[in-house]
């Protein structure tokens, strides 16, 4: 039996991700460390609940270090591309939907229009089946599952993860 699509309308399900990962060889593994208070708390959770974003942008959705994951992985997308891997391919933590265009009440792609941010936005790795936790605890990186209900004196920090696939 097959795994359910775990992704939004545009990710890959978890058998394309495992077919694509078989055509690389190397992968560049990255992450950013943010602030308890930017990835968990009561005003997390009542800012995604309403879907708007708390005035003070500590809010994961405002882009507080997601804009920061999402720009690494294309930058080192586009430096492999330019070195020769054309077929490097990146994977960011979180919707880009929900961190490249937060001034925004809805996605362009899923509107059949163009990306307002194609140089920036790329899949997520969870949505793709990537298992970043467990990847994160591979290369011994300290990181935290942080849930909806997960105050921020309950975790030392947040950890964004993103991903270049390299040939």
């Known amino acids: 039996m097959g795994h359910a699509r775990i992704g939004p309308p545009h990710s890959m399900s978890f058998e394309e991700t495992q077919q694509l990962v078989k055509c690389y060889h190397h992968g560049i593994f990255m992450k950013t460390v943010l602030p308890s208070?930017?990835?968990?708390?009561d005003e997390?959770?009542?800012?995604?609940?309403?879907?708007?974003?708390?005035?003070?942008?500590?809010?994961?959705?405002?882009?507080?270090?997601?804009v920061t994951i999402f720009k690494a992985v294309a930058k080192i997308e586009s430096m492999a591309f330019y070195d020769g891997y054309y077929l490097a391919t990146g994977f960011a933590?979180?919707?880009?939907?929900?961190?490249?265009?937060?001034?925004?009440?809805?996605?362009?792609?899923?509107?059949?229009?163009?990306?307002?941010?194609?140089?920036?936005?790329?899949?997520?790795?969870?949505?793709?089946g990537f298992d970043a936790l467990r990847m994160a605890a591979r290369?011994?990186?300290?990181?935290?599952?942080?849930?909806?209900?997960?105050?921020?004196?309950?975790?030392?920090?947040?950890?964004?993860?993103?991903?270049?696939?390299?040939?």
């Not at 995604?48 to 405002?62: F, H, R």
């Not at 937060?102 to 163009?114: D, H, I, R, S, Y």
């Not at 209900?149 to 975790?155: N, Q, T």
């Open 139 to 167: 290369v011994g990186w300290d990181v935290y599952p942080i849930g909806a209900s997960c105050r921020p004196e309950d975790v030392p920090h947040g950890t964004l993860m993103g991903l270049v696939l390299v040939t």
């Open 37 to 41: 208070d930017a990835v968990a708390g």
């Open 44 to 66: 997390l959770a009542k800012a995604i609940a309403s879907g708007k974003p708390d005035p003070e942008k500590k809010v994961i959705q405002t882009g507080r270090g997601y």
């Open 93 to 128: 933590a979180g919707s880009c939907k929900d961190v490249l265009c937060t001034k925004f009440p809805n996605c362009a792609v899923l509107e059949g229009q163009k990306c307002r941010r194609p140089y920036f936005a790329r899949p997520s790795l969870e949505a793709s």
